[in-house]
């Protein structure tokens, strides 16, 4: 099992919009890997990964007295296949994995802090974005890259750290209008975690 920090880029090009941009999202993700291992090198892996994509967004409306920051919190359960290469000594090893993912997006929540020219008290609002079968993509799919080192010991745990990156080949939102401007996460993970062996890797 393994926990860490979570970075998340939206990709999204507002075109016409004037005034709206959008910036990373901070978040967690915990995983649950699953594995084999051919020989010394070689291994594929897979499991269950919980991450928070999202972002935040400032935009001006169109009569321009209204200035919304928006905070969106995004969770998606992804499941990886990668192979994985790892090298090195009796004890440390660095290694490094690709593959491809498949993730669902199962819940989602917003806040909204609006500022008004005039110094009023900001408004708050928080909500859930509900899934709308017409606009959203339920389901996402990429690709997956990631490096990092392990530290094996002689029992049956092998303890390790890692940076693996998301990278999103499909769109957030589906292509329900004429003007359709494709919106994709890529999530970078920093994580720590412990794996535990059914064999012993050594004697």
């Known amino acids: 099992m393994s926990g860490g920090y979570a970075y998340n880029h939206y990709d999204y090009d507002p075109q016409y919009m004037y005034g709206f941009s959008f910036r990373g999202h901070?978040?967690?993700a915990i995983d649950i890997p699953v594995g084999y291992q051919f020989?010394?090198?070689?291994?594929?892996?897979?499991?269950?990964s919980a991450q928070q994509k999202g972002?935040?967004?400032?935009?001006?409306t169109s009569v321009g007295?209204?200035?919304?920051?928006?905070?969106?919190?995004d969770w998606y359960l992804v499941t990886p296949?990668?192979?994985?290469?790892?090298?090195?000594?009796?004890?440390?090893?660095?290694?490094?994995?690709?593959g491809g993912y498949a993730a669902g997006w199962i819940a989602s929540t917003f806040y909204l802090i609006g500022l008004t020219q005039?110094?009023?008290?900001?408004?708050?609002?928080?909500?859930?974005?509900?899934f709308n079968n017409c606009v959203d993509n339920r389901m996402e799919?990429?690709?997956?890259?990631?490096?990092?080192?392990?530290?094996?010991?002689?029992t049956l745990h092998t303890w390790f750290t890692?940076?693996?990156?998301?990278?999103?080949?499909?769109?957030?939102?589906?292509?329900?209008?004429?003007?359709?401007?494709?919106?994709?996460?890529?999530?970078?993970l920093f994580q720590i975690g412990k794996k535990f062996s059914i064999k012993p890797s050594r004697k």
């Open 141 to 154: 799919f990429g690709l997956v890259a990631g490096t990092g080192i392990e530290w094996q010991t002689k």
């Open 81 to 98: 296949l990668v192979v994985e290469y790892k090298h090195g000594g009796e004890n440390f090893n660095h290694f490094i994995d690709v």
């Open 65 to 73: 007295a209204f200035y919304p920051f928006v905070y969106r919190n």
């Open 118 to 130: 005039s110094g009023e008290t900001p408004s708050f609002h928080f909500g859930y974005k509900e």
């Open 55 to 60: 972002y935040w967004m400032k935009g001006v």
């Open 162 to 188: 890692h940076v693996r990156c998301y990278f999103a080949l499909s769109s957030q939102q589906k292509h329900y209008q004429t003007m359709f401007f494709p919106s994709r996460n890529t999530t970078v």
């Open 26 to 28: 901070h978040g967690i």
């Open 39 to 48: 020989g010394e090198h070689l291994g594929v892996f897979s499991g269950l």
